[in-house]
């Protein structure tokens, strides 16, 4: 199994941005496909992105297609989201997970413990 570790959440103004990092640690990082979800109060976890881990396909949510970049870095064994022009409604605990290239939590084996991200209005 994989243990990830997620950080570079905070606080941020609305319009601003914030790089998050998953690191990996275990099994080779590389052979999984790496997704981002987060969950806000009260509301069930949603998916955020995810990349393959062969040919590096991505896929977004709605919300933050054009504005969240996926990307990650097998050698470091390293994921990341960079997100820019964030809204007050991205306010949530985001997770990193590995597991198949999908957009269900069901599929994702391991995850992180999360980073919280909050932006203010």
């Known amino acids: 199994q994989v243990q990830l570790v997620e950080s570079g959440g905070g606080l941020v103004q609305a319009g601003g941005s914030l790089r998050l990092s998953c690191a990996a640690s275990?099994?080779?990082?590389?052979?999984?496909?790496m997704g981002w979800f987060r969950q806000a109060p009260g509301k069930e976890r949603e998916f955020v992105a995810t990349?393959?881990?062969?040919?590096?396909?991505?896929y977004y949510a709605d919300s933050v297609k054009g504005r969240f970049t996926i990307s990650r870095d097998n050698a470091k064994n390293t994921g990341y989201l960079q997100m820019n022009s964030l809204k007050p409604s991205d306010t949530a605990v985001y997770f990193c997970?590995?597991?198949?290239?999908?957009?269900?939590?069901?599929?994702?084996?391991?995850w992180g413990q999360g980073t919280q991200v909050t932006v203010s209005s």
């Open positions: 275990g099994r080779t990082f590389s052979n999984y496909a």
């Open positions: 990349i393959n881990w062969g040919d590096g396909a991505t």
């Open positions: 997970a590995a597991g198949s290239y999908s957009i269900r939590p069901a599929d994702f084996r391991s």
